[in-house]
T-cell receptor, first 111, second 113 residues
Framework: DADVTQTPRNRITKTGKRIMLECSQTKGHDRMYWYRQDPGLGLRLIYYSFDVKDINKGEISDGYSVSRQAQAKFSLSLESAIPNQTALYFC??????????FGPGTRLTVT | DAKTTQPNSMESNEEEPVHLPCNHSTISGTDYIHWYRQLPSQGPEYVIHGLTSNVNNRMASLAIAEDRKSSTLILHRATLRDAAVYYCILLTSPGAGSYQLTFGKGTKLSVIP
């Protein structure tokens, strides 16, 4: 089984809809992250959480919110989706050390 | 944050060694050099990291210049599975506040059979 799972893997939604992307990890790590990737570009950090009671904004948090429901679960919400939020979204997790483990990604299309 | 510069793309023949360069002339004394790679249709994958000394692991080697202003990721024998985008990232030492990976555009490595 994968260490980091993301659901859904693909989603098409309409402008103005609320959508939630979910992430679960079995690594037992405290730290979790949400990134987005646009075509031809590297990943950009949206939000990160160092433990259940800690939530921090990343580089591009506007238009997004997150919830850390448990050590293993970190969800990303788009309150009112817009077309320029069409992207590939990745969840990642790490412990206090170096390596971040990434999920397989969610491809989101906002029409 | 200190920035890195990588070539947009490189090609290698299968089973040949590959040297992927990265320039980071503004690196600070506390910045670690990290490499991740992203295979097609997958999330990024950690490859290796180092501070000052050269590093080896099962995936690759990392050669760091003495002045730390550049580094080279070495794949000893490229396979078709190594075709990916390789990202060179600088990161301040773990525990020093936030721990954010900042991805640039990376180097797209193509491996020719």
């Amino acid at each position: 089984d994968a260490d980091v799972t993301q659901t859904p893997r693909n989603r098409i939604t309409k402008t103005g809809k609320r959508i939630m992307l979910e992430c679960s990890q079995t690594k037992g790590h405290d730290r979790m992250y949400w990134y987005r990737q646009d075509p031809g570009l590297g990943l950009r950090l949206i939000y990160y959480s160092f433990d259940v009671k800690d939530i921090n904004k990343g580089e591009i948090s506007d238009g997004y919110s997150v919830s850390r429901q448990a050590q293993a679960k970190f969800s990303l919400s788009l309150e009112s989706a817009i077309p320029n939020q069409t992207a590939l979204y990745f969840c990642a997790t790490s412990d206090y050390g170096v390596e971040q483990y990434f999920g397989p990604g969610t491809r989101l299309t906002v029409t | 944050d200190a920035k890195t510069t990588q070539p947009n793309s490189m090609e290698s023949n299968e089973e040949e060694p590959v040297h992927l360069p990265c320039n980071h002339s503004t690196i600070s004394g506390t910045d670690y050099i990290h490499w991740y790679r992203q295979l097609p249709s997958q999330g990024p994958e950690y490859v290796i990291h180092g501070l000052t000394s050269n590093v080896n692991n099962r995936m690759a080697s990392l050669a760091i210049a003495e002045d730390r202003k550049s580094s080279t990721l070495i794949l000893h024998r490229a396979t078709l599975r190594d075709a990916a985008v390789y990202y060179c990232i600088l990161l301040t030492s773990p525990g020093a506040g936030s721990y954010q990976l900042t991805f640039g555009k990376g180097t797209k490595l193509s491996v020719i059979p």
